[in-house]
Nanobody, 119 residues
Framework: QVQLVESGGGLVQAGGSLRLSCAAS????????MGWFRQAPGKERELVAR????????YYADSVKGRFTISRDNAKNTVYLQMNSLKPEDTAVYYC????????????WGQGTQVTVSS
């Protein structure tokens, strides 16, 4: 059973940085895509960034391009989200998710980690 465990959230001032980690276990992830989603109060969950394990190809939402970087460490089965120049509107619960590349829906989710950016 695939398990995803996030860490690294917290409280930071606007303009600051945080790095989120997502440790994956229970599967072979070479044919997986890993995504970071976020959900702010009263808003829908949105995909922030995505990376594929094998090729390392990435996708970013327009709202975070140039500020966030997604990366992975294959040896540690860990995906990271480096968040720089944080804004109050980045405040949300951030979730790590996984799907097989051939699938459209993410079917494995972590428990979420809170990121709060104060102005």
């Amino acid at each position: 059973q695939v398990q995803l465990v996030e860490s690294g959230g917290g409280l930071v001032q606007a303009g600051g940085s945080l790095r989120l980690s997502c440790a994956a276990s229970g599967g072979t992830f070479s044919n997986y895509a890993m995504g970071w989603f976020r959900q702010a109060p009263g808003k829908e969950r949105e995909l922030v960034a995505r990376i594929t394990w094998t090729s390392g190809s990435t996708y970013y939402a327009d709202s975070v391009k140039g500020r966030f970087t997604i990366s992975r460490d294959n040896a540690k089965n860990t995906v990271y989200l480096q968040m720089n120049s944080l804004k109050p509107e980045d405040t949300a619960v951030y979730y790590c998710a996984a799907r097989q590349i051939a699938m459209l829906k993410y079917n494995y989710w972590g428990q979420g980690t809170q990121v709060t950016v104060s102005s």
